[in-house]
């Protein structure tokens, strides 16, 4: 199937890792040239390095997405480079484990600067040129944890919901001019974010990582924790010219933890 991204440029945040590189390592793979950014170079260089080995184009930028200013740095970035952003993928790692009464008012601060308001920044740095072509697609990257709360997880409970919240907003004012936005949620996947939680979690109930992980697949009617590529390849199709009436949708790749109904 020719999902039609040659050269659509693509901008994936925190993709230097996780899900992150593997949403551009599938972007590339389809012949879009991809920007990713983070934090640290060396594992952008080696990202970057390991997509060219393929044959792929890729070109990373240092940023940190809390900071302001930096996601309009990386979409300044990608259209010099590339010279436009036709997919933004937002991103960014998770924010820390924790209950009501363990967080500070800085805590929620930077959380919110991570979560909610890089996606709000990436998205007004590309928006405009995105309306100008009359093509575009965005996807935010957020977490089961929108739509099923996570116990001892009150930070990405709540942004990630007001991430979700904003795509389905943006989604509406973007359609007309040829512009999808969707939300995806990842569950349990085999990433160093998962890794952290289940080394937090195990301290807290002192038991082993392993142990939480054990408990966390036996939760998942797959029996399984997810792989990476598993998600990317969701991402890439709903990137595609064959998701262009896909719209507005927050999708869960979680084999099939979530309870929910809708």
Known sequence: MDLGLRDRVAVVAAGSKGLGRA?????????????????????????????????GRAHGVVADVSEPGSAARVVGEAIETFGSVDIL?????????????????DDWDRATRVLLMSAVEFVRAALPGMR???????INVTSIAAKQPIDGLVLSNSLRAAVTAFGRTLANEAAGDGITVNNLMPGYTRTERVVELS????????????????????????????????FAALAVFLASDRAS???GQTIAVDGGWIKALM
């Open 89 to 105: 993928v937002t991103n960014s790692g998770g924010p820390p484990a924790g209950r009501i009464d363990t967080l500070t008012n």
């Open 132 to 138: 100008a072509r009359r093509w575009g697609r965005i």
């Open 245 to 247: 009436y896909i719209t």
């Open 23 to 55: 949403v551009a390592e599938e972007l590339a793979a389809e012949g879009a040239p991809v920007v990713i950014c983070a934090r640290g170079a060396e594992a952008l260089d080696e990202t970057c390095e390991a997509i060219r080995r393929k044959g």
């Open 199 to 230: 080394e937090h979690m195990g301290r807290e109930r002192g038991e082993a990582p392993d142990a939480v992980i054990r408990r966390w697949e036996a939760e998942i009617p797959m029996r399984r924790i997810g792989e990476p590529w598993e």
